[in-house]
C-alpha cells in the first residue's frame, strides 16, 4: 500500500486568489492523480500527471485553471487559480500503477472561497 | 460512457443490523471494483477491492461481491456498529489512464 500526505489539510482563501496542494506519496509512482469533489458529490477526475510529461485533463478541466506540476516519481501539486466560491471543495489527490491495483488516497485537501 | 449509480442513497440503522450496499455500472468492461469509505470532510480509505476475474473479497465483517456480467456489486456489512457511520463509495477502474469512475455513495448512520 502507499502513503498518501496532502498539504495543506484545509484552508479558506478569498477570492482571486491562487492555492497550490501538495502531495507527497512514500514510494516512487508513475502516474499520480488528481480529483475535485464538490459539497454533497462523488469524486470527479481533474487530471492525471505522469513525471517528465505534461498532465492529461479531463473534459471540463484547463489547465490554466488547474496548472499540475511533477517534479519527480513522489510528488505533485495542484494549483487552484483564481479562485471562485465555486472552487470550494475537497481536493484529493491518488496513486495506482496499472489496470488491476487498488488505489489509494490522500486525506484530502478541505478548500473554502470566500 | 460508464456510469456507476449506488443504491440507497442514505441507510439509518440500529446497532446490530447486517447492512447490504449496492453499486451498478454501465459497462462491464472494468479492470477492478473498488469500495471506499469516507469520513465527514476527509479523503477515502480502501475497503475492498475486487478484479474482474474475482467473485467476491472479505475483509472482517465485510464482504463485497461482484457480478460483472450484470454490472453489480454489493457490500455487506455484517454486526454494524456506530463507527462504521460513513459514506460508502464505489468505483470501477476502466478506461485508459486506470481511470476510477465514482458513484455518489451511501451515506451510513449507525446508532446505537
Same mark, same amino acid.
Request: hydrophobic fraction near 35%; charge should be positive; aromatic fraction near 12%.
Given at each position: 500500500s502507499a502513503v498518501i500526505s496532502?498539504? /495543506?489539510s484545509r484552508d479558506i482563501c478569498q477570492r482571486g486568489t491562487s492555492l497550490t496542494i501538495q502531495c507527497q506519496v512514500d514510494s516512487q509512482v508513475t502516474m499520480m492523480f488528481w480529483y475535485r469533489?464538490? /459539497?454533497g458529490q462523488s469524486l470527479t477526475l481533474i487530471a492525471t500527471a505522469n513525471q517528465g510529461s505534461e498532465a492529461t485533463y479531463e473534459s471540463g478541466f484547463v489547465i490554466d485553471k488547474f496548472p499540475i506540476s511533477r517534479p519527480n516519481?513522489?510528488?505533485s501539486t495542484l494549483t487552484v487559480s483564481n479562485m471562485s466560491p465555486e472552487d470550494s471543495s475537497i481536493y484529493l489527490c491518488s496513486v495506482g500503477e496499472g489496470p488491476g491495483t487498488e488505489a489509494f488516497f490522500?486525506?484530502?485537501t478541505r478548500l473554502t472561497v470566500v | 460512457k460508464q456510469e456507476v449509480t449506488q443504491i440507497p442513497a442514505a441507510l439509518s440503522v440500529p446497532e446490530g443490523e447486517n447492512l447490504v450496499l449496492n453499486c451498478s455500472f454501465t459497462d462491464s468492461a472494468i479492470y477492478n471494483l473498488q469500495w471506499f469509505r469516507q469520513d465527514p470532510g476527509k479523503g477515502l480509505?480502501?475497503?475492498?477491492l475486487i478484479q474482474?476475474?474475482?467473485r467476491e473479497q472479505t475483509s472482517g465483517r465485510l464482504n463485497a461481491s461482484l457480478d460483472k456480467s450484470s454490472g453489480r456489486s454489493t457490500?455487506?456489512?455484517?454486526?454494524s456498529q456506530p463507527g462504521d457511520s460513513a459514506t460508502y463509495l464505489c468505483a470501477v477502474r476502466t478506461g485508459g489512464y486506470n481511470k476510477l469512475?465514482?458513484?455518489a455513495g451511501t451515506r451510513l448512520a449507525v446508532h446505537p
Open positions: 496532502q498539504k /495543506p469533489q464538490q /459539497p516519481l513522489t510528488f490522500g486525506q484530502g | 480509505t480502501s475497503l475492498l474482474s476475474s474475482q457490500l455487506y456489512i455484517a454486526a469512475i465514482f458513484g
